[in-house]
């Protein structure tokens, strides 16, 4: 089979998965890399979807996870502005934060149960975050995200 391959520059795997799973995948994604003379992706581990809520729970597990990832070799976790805190505090700056539930001020909260503006989660320490529904579903998706980039400059 024929196929074009691009470069990747990140992947999220599960941060539930055991260390060796997690190991194997930098592993594996390293040594691909290097075949096709490419920088290796940053890979990232999914600590708890912002979908879920855990109550007091949520901090102790993506913690948990978090130290799972990095003892894998990981290069951050995906986790909630709420979480993003605390994770800068802990794994230091050159860990990577993902945060996705990001919401415009205002905005409903879907199905998502841990949500914050883009402004909040850089400001928790996120480097990257995800918007989808906020853009996907607005009636023009490039003016709303114009906004949540000028959001993220204030």
């Not at 592993?27 to 992706?41: S, W």
């Not at 976790?77 to 415009?104: D, L, Y």
Request: hydrophobic share 45%.
């Amino acid at each position: 089979m024929n196929y074009v391959q691009y470069p990747v520059f990140m992947i999220t795997v599960p941060a539930t998965a055991s260390i060796e799973i997690l190991k194997n995948a930098v592993e594996g994604a390293t040594k691909r890399a290097r075949e096709l003379h490419i920088d290796p992706p940053r890979i990232v581990g999914v600590t708890v979807l912002t979908g879920e809520n855990l109550g007091a729970d949520t901090l102790r597990v993506v913690l948990e996870r978090a130290h799972n990832a990095k003892d894998a070799g990981l290069d951050g976790v995906v986790c909630a502005a709420s979480e993003a805190e605390m994770i800068r505090k802990e794994f230091g700056e050159k860990f990577i934060i993902v945060t996705p539930g990001i919401r415009p001020k205002g905005y409903k909260k879907d199905d998502q149960a841990r949500v914050a503006t883009a402004q909040e989660a850089i400001a928790a320490g996120a480097n990257f975050i995800v918007v989808g529904r906020p853009i996907l579903e607005a009636k023009d998706p490039l003016k709303a995200a114009e906004e949540i980039i000028l959001e993220c400059k204030n």
